[in-house]
């Protein structure tokens, strides 16, 4: 084992930027978190400021290791893993982004992808990707910006100009842009990647009119010392070794890597991934076939399907409509009555994501009546995230030849203990917390432990889960029947909306 004593992971998410410390235990020893502006130019538009990102993120860095009374010395490895899909198009010359950051919750374009859909290139593009024609993934930002910043397209093609993920930013920025990089799992996530090859596909940069040139290279998600990204922190150089996007990170850090195995992470968003191993698995109900990581040129994947509005439908209750001050408080809320009182929250503010793919679908609100009150909204939005996850858990299970035993979940949402209840009901399994729900940064710092031999392989890493908590299903098959078919009818009246 090396003689550092943690491994650094860098969890930059959609609405903070974090850095934690892990020990050989898998334990978090310090955490430091800094929030970044959210920009909302247009209704549907979500946009973030790159340089923001870098600086909060490189001060994260540097506030863990004083919490934890440490220095870069005692960091055998560092670990990334990103907020995906987000688009950033940068000067290789200054590092200088052009434009904000166009976010994954963007849905900006929305008429490009109905286009691209309507022309029938849908089938090719899902076969060569595993990926749908939707606002979500990072080749119509791309194209947007080449398309809306002036001259842009012409200095791509001649190389001026660089792609990237939030992954390749960071790695760029922390590198002194000397590394212009993505892991395998980030690039699945863009429509350029050919997943049966590995690598970019000329085709699908043709139908976007994206330049090759101002591409990242795609590098596996766990390096060894001899490929690792060398970043400097306080002018001691450090080896990036672990890079994936936070979905994929997650499953890793769950332990689920046999097939079967299934993990949903409550953030901003919810994203339910399982794992299919090493060959990928298409799906019937238009969930998404992706990278679940890359060591030593080989590809594992899984499926996934993605809720755009988990815990920013908390967000929202909280700064939207003020019902409640802090995030915290909204467990309580719920709790305080028995049930919503028939009230339907479908939070499809950037529409809809797994199954249904709806970019026109629209927040609605159904069910009030003058007995209803913030503490059955607050119900109702707690329990939008449980019913839009079962849909999509069920869905990923009709694709899946093994049947699901049991959901191991994380995310700061994870810690609603009702919202955690009402998903073992919906689904009629267990649902498992562990002790440690910081898996996605765990899941980057397990990738970058394994390049240095920090640990020594998955099955060390996956003895160091731990359970905190299972929830057992209470609720009979046919009250659930029941209220998913109410979710369902609230559900298609939200579908449309928007033109």
């Not at 920025?173 to 000397?178: A, P, Q, T, V």
């Not at 001050?325 to 994501?353: K, N, W």
Request: with cysteine.
């Amino acid at each position: 084992m090396s003689a550092a004593r943690y491994v650094l992971a860098l969890d930059q998410g959609t609405t903070s930027s974090r850095s934690l410390l892990f020990d050989a235990e898998g334990r978090v020893v310090a955490l430091a978190q800094r929030e970044f502006a959210q920009y909302f130019p247009q209704p549907g538009w979500v946009e973030h400021d790159a340089n923001e990102i870098y600086a909060t993120q490189r001060a994260t860095m540097l506030e863990v290791l004083r919490k934890a009374d440490a220095g870069p010395r005692d960091i055998a490895a560092v670990g990334i893993t990103n907020q995906r899909e987000t688009t950033i198009l940068w000067d290789r010359a200054t590092g200088e982004p052009l434009a904000n950051a166009i976010v994954w919750q963007d849905r900006r374009t929305a008429a490009a992808c109905d286009a691209l859909r309507a022309a029938g290139h849908e089938p090719d593009v899902s076969h060569r990707t595993g990926l749908l024609f939707d606002p979500y993934f990072s080749g119509t930002k791309l194209a947007w910006l080449l398309d809306h910043l002036p001259g842009a397209r012409a200095r791509a093609e001649r190389g001026e100009l660089a792609f990237g993920t939030i992954d390749s930013w960071l790695l760029y920025k922390l590198s002194g842009h000397r590394r212009h990089v993505t892991d395998a799992t980030n690039a699945s996530r863009t429509l350029f990647y050919n997943l049966h090859t590995g690598s970019w596909d000329d085709e699908l940069l043709a139908l976007l009119d994206v330049p090759r040139a101002c591409l990242p290279e795609i590098v596996d998600t766990c390096l060894d010392n001899a490929s690792a990204i060398s970043i400097d922190l306080d002018g001691v150089n450090l080896p990036v070794t672990g890079i994936a996007g936070d979905q994929q990170a997650a499953l890793f850090g769950q332990g689920c890597c046999l097939p079967g195995l299934a993990k949903n992470t409550y953030g901003t968003g919810c994203f339910a991934l399982t794992f299919t191993g090493a060959k990928p698995r298409f799906s019937r109900h238009r969930l998404l076939t992706t990278v679940a990581s890359r060591r030593a040129g080989t590809s594992q994947f899984a499926l996934e399907g993605g809720v755009f509005m988990g815990g920013a439908t908390v967000q929202w209750l909280r700064d939207g409509l003020g019902i409640i001050q802090r995030s915290d408080e909204i467990e309580a809320l719920a709790a305080s009555v028995p049930d919503t009182g028939d009230v339907y929250l479908v939070p499809a503010f950037a529409g809809l994501g797994a199954p249904q793919w709806d970019a026109n679908a629209r927040g609605l609100l159904i069910g009030l009546t003058r007995g209803s009150t913030r503490a059955h909204v607050a119900r109702a939005a707690v329990e939008s995230i449980a019913f839009q996850s079962a849909d999509l858990i069920e869905a990923m299970q009709q694709d899946c030849p093994q049947p699901l035993t049991e959901l191991r979940v994380d995310g700061g949402a994870a810690r609603n203990n009702l919202l955690l209840q009402f998903q073992a009901d919906l689904l009629g399994v267990p649902v498992l917390r562990p002790v440690n729900t910081e898996t996605t940064a765990f899941g980057a710092a397990a990738f970058a432990g394994l390049g240095v031999g920090f640990w020594q392989s998955q099955e060390q890493l996956a003895s160091l889960w731990r359970l905190d908590q299972r929830f057992e299903p209470r609720l009979s098959r046919d009250q659930v029947a029941t209220r998913r078919a109410r979710w369902h009818q609230a559900i298609e009246r939200s579908r449309g909306w928007a033109g």
